[in-house]
């Protein structure tokens, strides 16, 4: 792996640096020019944070939500529900989008149209943190990543907070961390869409492949999105990229990672994709001088997170395996893989992403089943049409399972890996992944006596 050390403005262990307080002094300025006022978008997780944040820096703060449902209580602003009024924008000096508000949604055309800036809640929260940042991007294996990196990091005792896409808004962390903590934060591409001065300490690409089309139109769109993470880095700064990737930009220091680089230990969780995952977090651990030893400890402790090829149980012989974060073909193909050898009945479909299906029915072996749920069920149906794989259209995800139940026999696994977005029945893949534990765990097979595997993955992305 070729790393190297690096030098003297990268934060050591409990320890603070020149870089430190340049970005200190970055970050004194970004606050002294925030508005009077500004327009929040989108009241979710980020949206909620977003306005605290602004609020704790003094600022007046107007929030917009186009559902009318939302629950807006505890929320110190001026809330406004339902229908947009571009009035709303009298007096703003910045409007911060949350992440599921597209770039062409009313009330950013407006906010453009007035010459007001828009960001993203990342982009604050950048602006309002004065902590060294480790940002992890790509397509699949971020969230795996950057949980990983944060295991590596406690067991090397620095202060690390870990943030972002992951679930934890960035502006969450405002007046509630120390500066010289750690944050790694994994950045989505609607994240990084309205970014003007993030500047990683250590940028990660994890791998780029294609997603979200439906959104950003074309895939070259998609992947610039995400290489703004390496836009504004300098000399000073890391870019881990996987080994063979084109040109990021800016002019960062370049580290090169493969899947098939010796690491200080083989990581807990298995698959290819894992050992890609971990080569990737081991290379910016060791760019911001983190021991080989605490390197060892963090992989050989890392249990995976939830939703990314957890393993839920066993039932009548059969695994259950909850891998609701697989959202594009690509995540699909990686469960798939993670088990060779067994028959597998896998529950596809949701909101599509107008990508096509045909490498991922092209995956399924003689014998294995798909069970189809939600809007993409007939592009799904049509490639699985194409390579001859059986199927059942289900339509939900609890007709899906209880069909994949009365099918799966002893050593057979029923996999959840949707290669779909959820948005059509769910409100994303975290209720996605937990309504599917509370089905298999409702199956009549099921007992305290069952082979679970409490609190691990056996793969994940």
């Known amino acids: 792996m070729r790393i190297g050390r690096p030098g003297a403005l990268l934060l050591g262990i409990g320890g603070s640096s020149r870089g430190l307080d340049r970005r200190t002094a970055d ?12 327009l929040v978008l ?6 909620r944070a977003a306005v605290a944040a602004l609020v704790a820096q003094g600022v007046a703060v107007v929030a917009h939500d186009a559902s009318e449902t939302v629950d807006a209580s505890g929320i110190e602003a001026e809330v406004r529900l339902g229908a947009w009024d571009d009035g709303l924008l009298d007096g703003v000096g910045l409007v911060v989008k949350s992440p599921g508000i597209p770039a062409d949604a009313g009330p950013v055309v407006a906010a453009r149209e007035r010459g007001v800036p828009v960001i993203s809640e990342i982009e604050l929260g950048s602006r309002l943190l004065a902590n060294p940042m480790v940002g992890v991007t790509g397509t699949n294996g971020k969230t ?16 690390v907070e870990v943030a972002g896409n992951i679930g934890r808004p960035l502006t969450s962390l405002v007046g509630s961390i120390d500066d010289a903590a750690w944050v790694v934060c994994e950045l989505s591409s609607f994240q990084l869409e309205d970014v003007e001065t993030l500047r990683p300490r250590v940028a990660v690409l994890t791998n ?17 999105a995400k290489l703004r993470a390496f836009e ?15 040109r990021v930009p800016g002019s960062a220091r370049r580290v090169d990672f493969s899947p098939d680089d010796p690491l200080p230990a083989e990581p807990r969780i298995p698959g290819s994709h894992n050992r890609e995952n971990a080569a990737a977090a081991t290379a910016a651990a060791l760019a911001i001088g983190v021991p080989d030893q605490a390197v060892a400890r963090g992989l050989e402790t890392f249990a995976g997170v939830e939703h990314r090829i957890e393993e839920v149980g066993t039932v009548d012989g059969a695994l259950y395996v909850n891998d609701s974060k697989a959202t594009n073909a690509a995540a699909a193909l990686r469960a798939l893989a993670s088990f060779p050898g067994r028959r597998k009945h896998v529950i596809l479909g949701g909101r599509g992403k107008d990508e096509p299906y045909d490498a991922l029915a092209g995956a399924f072996a003689s014998g294995d089943r798909a069970y189809l749920i939600g809007e993409a069920a007939d592009e799904l149906a049509a490639a699985l049409d194409t390579a001859h794989v059986l199927y059942v259209r289900a339509g939900t995800l609890e007709l899906a399972l209880a069909a994949a139940a009365e099918e799966a026999s002893e050593n057979d696994v029923v996999l959840l890996s949707p290669a779909c977005a959820s948005f059509d029945q769910f409100d994303g893949f975290e209720q996605r992944g937990e309504e599917f534990r509370r089905l298999v765990e409702k199956l009549p097979g099921w007992g305290p006596d069952d082979a679970r595997t409490e609190g691990r993955s056996s793969s994940g992305s």
């Open 144 to 159: 795996t990543t950057t949980a990983l990196l944060g295991a590596v990091l406690e067991a090397a005792g620095w202060p």
């Open 208 to 224: 780029l492949e294609p997603d979200h089309i439906d959104r950003h139109g074309t895939f070259d769109a998609y992947a610039a």
């Open 27 to 38: 970050y004194a300025c970004r606050v002294s020019d925030l508005p009077a006022r500004a």
């Open 232 to 246: 504004r880095q300098g000399p000073g700064d890391v870019a881990v990229v996987p080994r063979g990737f084109g």
């Open 42 to 47: 989108g009241l979710a997780r980020s949206g």
